[in-house]
């Protein structure tokens, strides 16, 4: 027999209280900012009133902002959710006050209104939250699950709910533990499920066959139990899993390289040309006397140029302006700067602190040889002692280097190849993030960065 799920109640009541808020900002705001004689149900008052109900339902139906697990139930995405939704509804109601002269309220009123439910439903989920984690910790809203296939997999994801008593799963015990399941193990969780309230079952795909989990399945629609299935990619997770979908059957794609899009490749590129284009453009007269107190302040070449590791470990030579006494930049054996090395001459110092250094990357870029942003640049001689201490680092390989990164904006320059580990730790998050818009973000930062002089 089927069980009637509680979430039903909890979409309801969250339909509901979201609904009460909106309504009671309105109101509220109306109240305050009405004249003496004004009523509320007045003509275009009433219209408006329906008007952003109306939408709000519709926005509802489409958006389904409720539908969130417990996996990612927490006060962050809660709000999120919350504000994007208001934000749209804002937009289409701007859009109706526009089109109609703003006779149905003023820009105030609307404004006041939207910021009044947004501190109201921040309230709500706030504490909604922090009363929920509470219940579930006191053995209320729970989910039961059992794991099925016991093996070194199995214990994993019951010592994570363990972890997280807030999130109120409870571990109910493993059935199968050996790879034999014969009729009186489907008897017997056939049982389980009756008498424990079972939510959950956990297969672990090691140790059950295709025509066990088959089974499995077929016994939980019955009882609308759900079905989660434990496969081990921890092995080779660090060099990147996507699902790629080959009709009906879900192909787990395994590759150390994240940029498989060839249109976002070819979008990346494109801005990569532009940029780096218009800052050579506009920028030219005063590089030039950047390149001019380069070569007054220090003898030597304007520019220093140093092997490094590109796309896929292809070397290339990256330009800058020199930043250092020409007898050290002239030196066969790379020593990395260090805080407060006597190489580094006054305006080289200067030059560091704002990122004006760097700027001669912008040909690397033309080039191909780097990217506008992406992980920086290492030095051969030491990938090697990197790659020993973080292996994962080869996944950065994939990777055109670039001109700023993660990496540069939030740790700065490395000194050692340790330090190199713990600037990579936020290069990888490019490969998480990767996008125009945190391209831009990132290139903004750098920006700040170098207007404030808080390079390292």
Not at 182 to 206: Q, R, V
Not at 291 to 318: C, D, H, N, Q
Not at 355 to 380: A, Y
Request: glycine share 6%.
């Amino acid at each position: 027999m089927k069980r009637k799920r509680r979430s039903s109640y909890f979409l309801l009541s969250s339909i509901l209280a979201d609904t009460l808020i909106i309504n009671v900002a309105f109101v509220i705001t109306f109240y305050l900012q009405k004249e003496s004689e004004e009523v509320f149900f007045s003509n275009n008052q009433t219209i408006l009133f329906w008007l952003f109900n109306a939408i709000w339902f519709l926005l509802l139906l489409i958006r389904k902002p409720y539908r969130e697990p417990r996996i990612s139930f927490n006060i962050s995405k809660l709000l999120y959710n919350f504000y994007l939704l208001l934000l749209i509804h804002a937009s289409l109601i701007a859009i109706i006050w526009v089109i109609s002269n703003g006779i149905f309220s003023t820009k105030i009123s609307l404004t006041l209104t939207y910021l009044l439910a947004a501190v109201l439903g921040s309230l709500l989920r706030i504490v909604g939250v922090i009363f929920l984690r509470y219940l579930r910790r006191k053995g209320f809203n729970v989910r039961n699950y059992v794991v099925v296939g016991y093996g070194e997999l199995s214990p994993l994801i019951v010592n994570y709910y363990n972890q997280h008593p807030e999130m109120g799963y409870v571990f109910k015990g493993y059935l199968g533990d050996s790879n034999y399941f014969d009729e009186d193990f489907f008897i017997n969780l056939e049982k389980n499920i009756s008498e424990d309230d079972l939510h959950y079952i956990y297969c672990c795909m090691p140790y059950l066959e295709n025509k066990t989990l088959e089974k499995i399945t077929n016994l939980c629609k019955h009882y609308n139990v759900s079905i989660k299935v434990l496969m081990d990619y921890r092995s080779f997770a660090k060099n990147g899993l996507s699902v790629e979908y080959h009709g009906p059957l879900p192909i787990i794609n395994v590759s150390s390289n994240p940029y498989t899009d060839q249109q976002a490749l070819l979008v990346k590129r494109a801005f990569d040309l532009i940029f780096s284009s218009s800052i050579m453009i506009l920028g030219a007269p005063l590089f030039l006397i950047f390149a001019i107190v380069t070569k007054l302040t220090s003898p030597g070449p304007v520019f220093y140029k140093s092997e490094r590791v590109g796309l896929w470990g292809k070397k290339f030579m990256m330009y800058k302006f020199r930043s250092m006494t020409n007898e050290a930049s002239l030196s066969k054996k790379i020593v990395l700067t260090e805080g407060n090395d006597m190489r580094v001459t006054k305006w080289g110092k200067i030059m560091r602190k704002t990122r004006i250094d760097e700027i001669p990357q912008f040909l690397n870029v033309l080039k191909g040889e780097m990217s506008i942003v992406g992980p920086r640049p290492g030095i051969p001689s030491y990938n090697d002692a990197v790659l020993k201490l973080a292996p994962e680092f080869q996944r950065l390989l994939a990777i055109k280097p670039g001109v700023t990164s993660f990496g540069q904006i939030n740790y700065g320059y490395a000194e050692t190849p340790e330090e190199m580990v713990k600037r990579m730790r936020y290069d990888l998050l490019h490969l998480n993030n990767n996008s125009l818009k945190t391209d831009i973000w990132l290139v903004i930062l750098t920006a700040k960065i170098m207007v404030q002089g808080k390079g390292q």
